[in-house]
């Protein structure tokens, strides 16, 4: 495409007739012809190196590319793949920038800038990076899979949906844009349909931790409490942590088991004594017991209180808990 796009752009025809002297112009001409062609052939050299591994010498031979031809987009796209790989990220976005604002018809080049600004959660600059992307290929899988996700990042799952749904028309058997279709679905609140998404993109991925969370979400969204605590200890017997056993303890919490609800809100503390949910659920289980009680169980009032005081040292910021604390405290 380089050397065709050269090629066009050469005043191949530079005479008027007449037999003028168009010797310099063809030289000019020749000379650019070279250095397309060295540019692509450090190119080549390039992504064969970057194939093996060999990552310096790779970016060695792209900037060589670059050096001789400064329009040569795959070079730009080649360097950005290396900093991505190795994580600098500010470095592979400045390639692909490049890449993309000297090929406004490059899919590859819109969608590798598009996909780095989603990784460095410049959601909206990479909403129109992948807008431009689509304009090139529509019927992109990856590319619609992921805007679709990345609205939802920017806080507009509504117009995310449209693509979300399209990428798994694209590809039905694709975990993980069910995954991202579900999400989709339960940021709209339509969480019937989110629980569906997820559980077809267990069919590819399994029933991961990813997906289990969801579902115990979207399940505890429709209210539907005992299924959601099933499925969070299925998610606990897989991972186990302390947010985990926080959500059981919430969910036990709202079906009125609430000596299950007190054990799982400890059982999170042991994972990690600073996970402040988890003690805002231990003091509204004692702040229970205490008001069950008739106000007479002293012992409950004080581990209530000293679990909103421990909260509270870890994050100031919860009105709900200064109030109860000022109230009982």
């Given at each position: 495409?380089?050397?065709?796009?050269?090629?066009?752009?050469?005043?191949?025809?530079?005479?008027?007739?007449?037999?003028?002297?168009?010797?310099?112009?063809?030289?000019?001409?020749?000379?650019?012809?070279?250095?397309?062609?060295?540019?692509?052939d450090?190119?080549?050299?390039?992504?064969?190196?970057?194939?093996?591994?060999?990552?310096?010498?790779?970016?060695?031979?792209?900037?060589?590319?670059?050096?001789?031809?400064?329009?040569?987009i795959?070079?730009?796209?080649?360097?950005?793949?290396?900093?991505?790989?190795?994580?600098?990220?500010?470095r592979?976005?400045?390639?692909?920038?490049?890449?993309?604002?000297?090929?406004?018809?490059?899919?590859?080049?819109?969608?590798?800038?598009?996909?780095?600004?989603?990784?460095?959660?410049?959601y909206?600059?990479?909403?129109?990076a992948?807008?431009?992307a689509?304009?090139?290929?529509?019927?992109?899988?990856?590319?619609?899979?992921?805007?679709?996700?990345?609205?939802?990042?920017?806080?507009?799952?509504?117009q995310?949906?449209?693509?979300?749904?399209?990428?798994?028309?694209?590809?039905?058997?694709?975990?993980?844009?069910?995954?991202?279709?579900?999400?989709?679905?339960?940021?709209?609140?339509?969480?019937?349909?989110?629980?569906?998404?997820?559980?077809?993109?267990?069919?590819?991925?399994?029933?991961?931790?990813?997906?289990?969370?969801?579902?115990?979400?979207?399940?505890?969204?429709?209210?539907?409490h005992?299924?959601?605590?099933?499925?969070?200890?299925?998610?606990?017997?897989?991972?186990?942590?302390?947010?985990?056993?926080?959500?059981?303890?919430?969910?036990?919490?709202?079906?009125?088991?609430?000596?299950?609800?007190?054990?799982?809100?400890?059982?999170?503390?042991?994972?990690?004594?600073?996970?402040?949910?988890?003690?805002?659920?231990?003091?509204?289980?004692?702040?229970?017991?205490?008001?069950?009680?008739?106000?007479?169980d002293?012992?409950?009032?004080?581990?209530?209180?000293?679990?909103?005081?421990?909260s509270?040292?870890?994050k100031?910021?919860?009105?709900?808990?200064?109030?109860?604390?000022?109230?009982?405290?």
């Amino acid at each position: 495409m380089l050397l065709a796009a050269s090629l066009l752009g050469a005043p191949l025809l530079t005479g008027c007739g007449g037999g003028g002297d168009d010797g310099p112009s063809r030289s000019r001409d020749r000379v650019d012809l070279e250095s397309v062609l060295a540019a692509d052939d450090a190119t080549q050299r390039a992504k064969l190196l970057l194939a093996s591994g060999r990552l310096r010498e790779a970016l060695s031979e792209f900037e060589r590319a670059i050096d001789l031809n400064p329009m040569a987009i795959d070079a730009h796209i080649g360097i950005g793949d290396i900093y991505k790989g190795e994580g600098d990220l500010p470095r592979a976005e400045t390639a692909y920038r490049r890449a993309a604002n000297l090929g406004p018809s490059s899919f590859q080049a819109q969608y590798a800038h598009a996909l780095v600004l989603q990784i460095m959660e410049r959601y909206a600059e990479a909403v129109r990076a992948y807008q431009r992307a689509l304009q090139i290929n529509p019927r992109d899988f990856k590319a619609n899979m992921n805007i679709g996700l990345a609205f939802v990042q920017l806080g507009r799952p509504e117009q995310g949906l449209p693509y979300a749904e399209r990428a798994t028309r694209l590809n039905p058997d694709s975990g993980p844009a069910h995954h991202n279709l579900g999400v989709c679905y339960a940021s709209v609140g339509r969480h019937a349909e989110a629980i569906e998404s997820y559980r077809r993109a267990s069919e590819d991925l399994g029933l991961v931790p990813q997906l289990l969370l969801a579902i115990a979400d979207s399940q505890a969204a429709l209210e539907d409490h005992r299924a959601a605590a099933g499925t969070l200890q299925r998610l606990i017997n897989v991972e186990p942590s302390a947010d985990a056993w926080r959500r059981l303890g919430a969910a036990h919490f709202r079906v009125r088991e609430y000596s299950a609800s007190l054990r799982a809100f400890n059982t999170a503390l042991d994972f990690d004594p600073t996970h402040y949910p988890a003690l805002n659920g231990v003091a509204v289980c004692r702040l229970n017991d205490y008001l069950w009680s008739d106000k007479t169980d002293l012992n409950a009032l004080e581990a209530a209180v000293d679990a909103m005081r421990k909260s509270l040292r870890i994050k100031r910021d919860q009105p709900r808990i200064v109030e109860l604390l000022t109230r009982f405290g």
